[in-house]
């Protein structure tokens, strides 16, 4: 699975994910329930809080196999009543935080324990107000972004944006 392929399926979900984001309540974890019910649906078998290897109590937020390809997944989802907050930090805080738990992961090891073969290290972020879209936007460390369009008399799409970990 390619980042776009990912990227298209993660916002599957969207339309749920802005009315989470309404309630004004904590949401990610109703996005990684989203997210790994999209993964489903496209034949992908998944785990939430799977183990990193040799970290103790350490865990991704979402891990899944793509045909015998295994990924791990950290998601950070704007504050639904702080905007430009992710998981109670800045968007900066929030990334290197992440990036450094997929970081010191080796993707090689983990998938060879499991007999499988190594997929890719994403972090996925998603942001519906205009300041947190723009704290994405203006990141070298996204690769690739997916937005649905607006349509009329809908509330303004989330922006997903994905960055890869090597």
């Not at 649906?41 to 809080?49: I, S």
């Not at 080796?106 to 996925?124: V, Y």
């Not at 997916?146 to 989330?158: A, E, N, S």
Request: glycine share 6%.
């Amino acid at each position: 699975m390619n980042h776009d392929q990912f990227l298209m399926i993660a916002a599957q979900e969207e339309h749920q994910m802005v009315n989470a984001v309404g309630q004004g309540a904590q949401w990610e974890i109703i996005a990684h329930w989203f997210l790994c019910n999209s993964l489903s649906q496209q034949g992908c078998q998944v785990v939430r809080e799977f183990n990193y290897q040799a970290v103790a109590g350490q865990r991704t937020d979402i891990a899944f196999l793509h045909g015998n390809n295994l990924y791990y997944v950290e998601t950070k989802v704007e504050s639904a009543t702080n905007a430009g907050i992710f998981a109670g930090r800045s968007f900066n805080q929030a990334f290197q935080e992440d990036y450094n738990k997929l970081y010191d992961l080796n993707l090689s090891t983990r998938a060879a324990e499991m007999n499988r073969q190594p997929g890719k290290k994403w972090i996925l972020f998603i942001a519906y107000s205009d300041f947190g879209k723009n704290n994405l936007y203006s990141s070298y460390k996204f690769m690739s972004f997916y937005q649905h369009p607006h349509l009329p008399h809908q509330p303004p799409p989330m922006l997903f944006a994905l960055a890869e970990v090597d």
